[in-house]
Structures are given as C-alpha cells and as structure tokens.
C-alpha cells in the first residue's frame, strides 16, 4: 500500500489538473440548470422527469470522464516515455497499474460526488417548488442509483486499463471501450430477444443464439447498474438484486484489472 498510494494521488491529481474536467464539470452544470426548465414543461411528471434527468446528467458526465480522461491516464505516461522513469524505480508492473487504477477510481468518486450533491440541489430544488408531484420520492434510490453508476464506471475504466494493456494507442483503447459500453447497456435486451424471437415474430438461427449467449457472459452487463427509472418512481429493489449487482460489480472489475496486470507484465514498450 506504500507503494500504491503515491501512485494513486499522483493519478487523481493528474485527473483532476486536466482541463476535460472543467468542461465535463461545466456541461453538467448547465445540464442541471435546464433540469429546472424540462422539468416544468411536464407539470404532472415534474418530480420523475427531474429525478432521471439528474441521474442521466451524472450518467453523462461520468462516462465522459472514463473516456477522455481515464483513458489517457496510461496512454499519456507511454507516449512521453515518463513511463521508464516510474518503472526504473522499485515499482513492478502490476502496482504501476493498480496504482493508475485506484487513481482513476478515486477521480470518479470524488468527480461523481460533487456532480451528486448539484443534482441533489437541483432535485430538492424541484421538489420544494412542485411539492405535489413528489409523492412516491425516495433519497435513499437516488443515493444508491448513484451508487450503482460509480460501480459502473470503475468497471467500465477497468476494462479500459484492460484494453491499454495490450493495445498500441489510446484510440484503440477508446474505441474498444466504448463499443464494450455500447454492447454492456443492450446485451440483456438483445440475449432476451434472441432466446424468445416468437414474441416479436421473427426468426433467429441456433448459432445466433449460441453467440448472443457467449457474449451475455463475457461482457459485462452494464444495463444492471441502470436504476435510473426504478428511482425516477420511487420503487425499491430486492435487498438480493442490491447485492448481486455490487458482488457482479467487484468481481468483474477485479477480475478486469487483474487480467490487465498480467497483460502489462509482459508489454513491450517502443
């Protein structure tokens, strides 16, 4: 850990001096501030049209932050060849990437808490002026949708830590990412579609299936950290969804950053 955590705020501090922060950070304020003009545009939904343009705000924000900036995080000690320097110190391979990791980790939670705490604002704001529409309202949903969107996006900078392990330039590293996030937020809805093609009238090959499924299981199913609409209404979930979603989480993710050290060892660098 003594090795770890010089490499982690060396990495958030990095973050967090990049100027792709202050413009995510300026976008979501904006997006906040037109939360209060949506929503008052639907009278009747103020409070669940306020609650799911919060989170999809913060959602917004966050995957921008693991695509421009987490991202080049590693691919930035590469190309300016400062990645020599850190590992000619007594620093193996897999604390350099661990330590990248946690830094990126902290970035998001930190990044995600402040834009939390102006959706809260926004939120309570909406509430307080439309305290009629707020009937099935729930903090404690909202809270742990965040949650779940955090837990997301340190799987999904895993995976791109996973990618740069073995990739040659950062774009290949963006472009694999955002195709796994593309693929993460519809596999569950195209896997059940495939398995029940009759329903919508349509036909679909056995080797279809087979695919649909392996893919089901090798990438991560990002549409289950998803609870935007459960908390837009207010409904609670099973205490063993919770836990089953941030056991797949953590696991997924370990699993994710653990393979990328194992990759990393054996990296050749120009």
């Given at each position: 850990?003594?090795?770890?955590?010089?490499?982690?705020?060396?990495?958030?501090?990095?973050?967090?001096?990049?100027?792709?922060?202050?413009?995510?950070?300026?976008?979501?304020?904006?997006?906040?501030?037109?939360?209060?003009?949506?929503?008052?545009?639907?009278?009747?939904?103020?409070?669940?049209?306020?609650?799911?343009?919060?989170?999809?705000?913060?959602?917004?924000?966050g995957i921008l932050l693991v695509l421009f900036i987490g991202i080049n995080l590693l691919a930035k000690d590469i190309d300016r060849r400062t990645i020599y320097m850190v590992l000619a110190r007594p620093i193996s391979r897999s604390q350099y990437i661990i330590g990248?990791?946690?830094?990126?980790?902290?970035?998001?939670?930190?990044?995600?808490?402040?834009?939390?705490?102006?959706?809260?604002?926004?939120?309570?704001?909406?509430?307080?002026?439309?305290?009629?529409?707020?009937?099935?309202?729930?903090?404690?949903?909202?809270?742990?949708?965040?949650l779940f969107e955090m837990l997301m996006l340190i799987v999904l900078s895993a995976l791109s830590f996973l990618f740069a392990s073995f990739t040659s330039t950062s774009f290949i590293t963006l472009v694999l990412t955002v195709i796994t996030y593309i693929i993460g937020?519809?596999?569950?809805?195209?896997?059940?579609?495939?398995?029940?093609?009759?329903?919508?009238?349509?036909?679909?090959?056995?080797?279809?299936?087979?695919?649909?499924?392996?893919?089901?299981?090798?990438?991560?199913?990002?549409?289950?950290?998803?609870?935007?609409?459960?908390?837009?209404?207010?409904?609670?979930?099973?205490?063993?969804?919770?836990?089953?979603?941030?056991?797949?989480?953590?696991?997924?993710?370990?699993?994710?950053?653990?393979?990328?050290?194992?990759?990393?060892?054996?990296?050749?660098?120009?």
């Open positions: 850990m003594t090795v770890l955590w010089p490499i982690t705020l060396i990495t958030f501090k990095e973050g967090i001096r990049n100027r792709a922060v202050y413009g995510i950070s300026l976008l979501a304020l904006l997006l906040f501030g037109a939360n209060f003009l949506v929503a008052g545009m639907m009278p009747r939904n103020v409070g669940k049209v306020a609650v799911d343009f919060a989170l999809s705000t913060i959602s917004l924000s990248k990791f946690f830094g990126m980790c902290l970035l998001i939670i930190v990044t995600i808490g402040l834009l939390s705490i102006l959706a809260a604002l926004s939120i309570g704001s909406l509430k307080a002026l439309y305290p009629n529409y707020f009937e099935r309202f729930s903090w404690s949903m909202i809270l742990l949708a965040v937020q519809s596999l569950a809805d195209v896997k059940a579609l495939v398995e029940s093609p009759q329903a919508v009238g349509i036909t679909v090959s056995p080797l279809t299936v087979k695919t649909v499924q392996t893919a089901y299981y090798v990438f991560p199913n990002l549409s289950l950290f998803d609870i935007k609409l459960q908390a837009a209404h207010g409904l609670a979930l099973p205490f063993s969804l919770v836990l089953w979603t941030l056991s797949y989480g953590v696991i997924y993710g370990t699993l994710a950053i653990v393979l990328a050290s194992l990759i990393f060892r054996k990296k050749e660098f120009p």
